[in-house]
């Protein structure tokens, strides 16, 4: 490095007679080189300037003045410095476009983001918008079923408090029915035995006058209550069948009608003739045909 | 070696010649002014730029010299080449940036570019 620096300074110097010289050579070579880059095109005015340093050092080269070497070092240079010119235009137009194209890709990539976020947004909106729907469904059917469990609290509690009334009801009728007469719980119902010799004489359907006090608190207790009622007469055994059919018959509707117009609804009231049927006692002694011959009242149990 | 002598006889014949002008201060100025310039341009950090900064302050220091031996016609056309390797220093300086800069904007695009794939 340092030979070829000392080198060039004392051509530069140099008065030198050779001709062509190096120095003309190489700034002739600098020249065309610059001249077949971008300077031509880019940076004409600076390859001019070179042109006219390379013209005087040809001229000057002629006489082979110490002045030649000089013009040519000189020469050299700025064609050289017009041919870096051309090239920084160059490399700088390149750097331009590079980055307008790099701009122009985060725009697109920017463009595509955007479409991605507003799709997804999209997306966000309509499942908020499904959402809000299933949750307005939800809340109407949670509403509807608390609803319908107030309206079976409610049907329950009136349950509860008709099946607790009916059994005060039930158990008050019983209550005043005991009182009076012989009381018996069987399958077909609460039954009340009314003696036969308290309400009738023997072969006869008509009610004696010391059963009405009895009958007056059975038919107070009935009224209370409202299961259907069956009456029942009976007989003794005594006598021909069709003779106890009838009579048993005639005894019950007896105490029905002593019933009903005393608060007893006829609609809730039936009456069958039982004969001589299921006897109570024997019928071979007076005591035990007084027993048989009697009315036996049914509440039937509400379905 | 041939040049070796040729350069002797260069300099022994560039004493003969010698005329004693005046001692050329603007030039010197501007020519200490062109290296200031390309050691901002960042003439340092580049190989070419850096030999032809070398030698505009070798010749600058040469001119002082000759300056000093009352050469003061050498000296000028030394400041002149000393101005000369300095503008070209900064011309090699600014090209080596601008051809960085230009790789670099290609390779931002190229890495943009991968990331999108």
Request: proline fraction near 3%; charged fraction near 20%; hydrophobic fraction near 40%.
């Given at each position: 490095?340092?030979?070829?620096?000392?080198?060039?300074?004392?051509?530069?110097?140099?008065?030198?007679?050779?001709?062509?010289?190096?120095?003309?050579?190489?700034?002739?070579?600098?020249?065309?080189?610059?001249?077949?880059?971008?300077?031509?095109?880019?940076?004409?005015?600076?390859?001019?300037?070179?042109?006219?340093?390379?013209?005087?050092?040809?001229?000057?080269?002629?006489?082979?003045?110490?002045?030649?070497?000089?013009?040519?070092?000189?020469?050299?240079?700025?064609?050289?410095?017009?041919?870096?010119?051309?090239?920084?235009?160059?490399?700088?137009?390149?750097?331009?476009?590079?980055?307008?194209?790099?701009?122009?890709?985060?725009?697109?990539?920017?463009?595509?983001?955007?479409?991605?976020?507003?799709?997804?947004?999209?997306?966000?909106?309509?499942?908020?918008?499904?959402?809000?729907?299933?949750?307005?469904?939800?809340?109407?059917?949670?509403?509807?079923?608390?609803?319908?469990?107030?309206?079976?609290?409610?049907?329950?509690?009136?349950?509860?408090?008709?099946?607790?009334?009916?059994?005060?009801?039930?158990?008050?009728?019983?209550?005043?029915?005991?009182?009076?007469?012989?009381?018996?719980?069987?399958?077909?119902?609460?039954?009340?035995?009314?003696?036969?010799?308290?309400?009738?004489?023997?072969?006869?359907?008509?009610?004696?006058?010391?059963?009405?006090?009895?009958?007056?608190?059975?038919?107070?207790?009935?009224?209370?209550?409202?299961?259907?009622?069956?009456?029942?007469?009976?007989?003794?055994?005594?006598?021909?069948?069709?003779?106890?059919?009838?009579?048993?018959?005639?005894?019950?509707?007896?105490?029905?009608?002593?019933?009903?117009?005393?608060?007893?609804?006829?609609?809730?009231?039936?009456?069958?003739?039982?004969?001589?049927?299921?006897?109570?006692?024997?019928?071979?002694?007076?005591?035990?045909?007084?027993?048989?011959?009697?009315?036996?009242?049914?509440?039937?149990?509400?379905? | 070696?041939?040049?070796?002598?040729?350069?002797?006889?260069?300099?022994?014949?560039?004493?003969?010649?010698?005329?004693?002008?005046?001692?050329?201060?603007?030039?010197?100025?501007?020519?200490?002014?062109?290296?200031?310039?390309?050691?901002?341009?960042?003439?340092?950090?580049?190989?070419?730029?850096?030999?032809?900064?070398?030698?505009?302050?070798?010749?600058?220091?040469?001119?002082?010299?000759?300056?000093?031996?009352?050469?003061?016609?050498?000296?000028?056309?030394?400041?002149?080449?000393?101005?000369?390797?300095?503008?070209?220093?900064?011309?090699?300086?600014?090209?080596?940036?601008?051809r960085a800069d230009a790789n670099q904007a290609v390779e931002?695009?190229?890495?943009?570019?991968?990331?999108?794939?």
């Amino acid at each position: 490095m340092k030979t070829t620096i000392a080198a060039i300074l004392l051509s530069c110097l140099a008065c030198a007679t050779a001709k062509p010289s190096s120095e003309l050579l190489s700034a002739r070579a600098a020249y065309d080189k610059a001249g077949s880059g971008p300077a031509t095109e880019l940076n004409p005015a600076d390859l001019h300037d070179a042109k006219m340093l390379l013209d005087t050092a040809e001229t000057s080269g002629k006489d082979g003045s110490p002045a030649a070497l000089h013009d040519a070092y000189l020469a050299q240079r700025r064609a050289e410095l017009a041919d870096a010119q051309g090239k920084t235009s160059a490399a700088r137009k390149e750097k331009e476009a590079s980055t307008l194209r790099l701009q122009a890709l985060k725009d697109q990539s920017l463009t595509n983001t955007k479409g991605q976020l507003a799709q997804a947004q999209g997306q966000l909106a309509q499942a908020q918008v499904a959402q809000a729907q299933t949750q307005g469904q939800l809340a109407q059917s949670e509403a509807a079923q608390a609803q319908t469990q107030t309206q079976l609290a409610q049907a329950q509690g009136q349950a509860d408090s008709e099946h607790q009334g009916r059994l005060a009801a039930e158990q008050t009728t019983l209550d005043a029915l005991n009182k009076v007469a012989a009381v018996k719980q069987e399958a077909r119902g609460m039954v009340i035995t009314l003696s036969g010799s308290v309400l009738f004489a023997s072969g006869r359907s008509e009610l004696l006058p010391s059963s009405q006090s009895r009958l007056d608190q059975v038919a107070a207790a009935l009224k209370l209550d409202n299961r259907n009622i069956l009456i029942e007469g009976y007989t003794d055994s005594r006598g021909s069948d069709a003779t106890n059919q009838a009579l048993s018959q005639g005894r019950a509707q007896s105490v029905m009608n002593y019933l009903t117009p005393r608060g007893v609804d006829a609609g809730r009231i039936h009456v069958a003739g039982m004969g001589a049927a299921s006897p109570i006692s024997a019928n071979t002694t007076a005591d035990g045909r007084a027993n048989n011959r009697r009315v036996e009242i049914v509440l039937q149990p509400a379905l | 070696m041939n040049r070796f002598i040729a350069a002797l006889f260069a300099s022994a014949l560039g004493a003969a010649c010698a005329t004693a002008g005046p001692i050329p201060t603007d030039r010197l100025a501007a020519s200490e002014a062109s290296v200031r310039g390309a050691q901002e341009a960042g003439a340092g950090q580049t190989p070419q730029a850096q030999l032809h900064l070398k030698l505009a302050a070798d010749e600058i220091a040469q001119a002082k010299q000759l300056i000093s031996e009352k050469k003061n016609d050498e000296a000028g056309r030394a400041l002149d080449c000393a101005k000369a390797d300095a503008e070209l220093a900064v011309g090699l300086a600014r090209e080596a940036q601008a051809r960085a800069d230009a790789n670099q904007a290609v390779e931002q695009i190229n890495l943009l570019q991968q990331g999108n794939k």
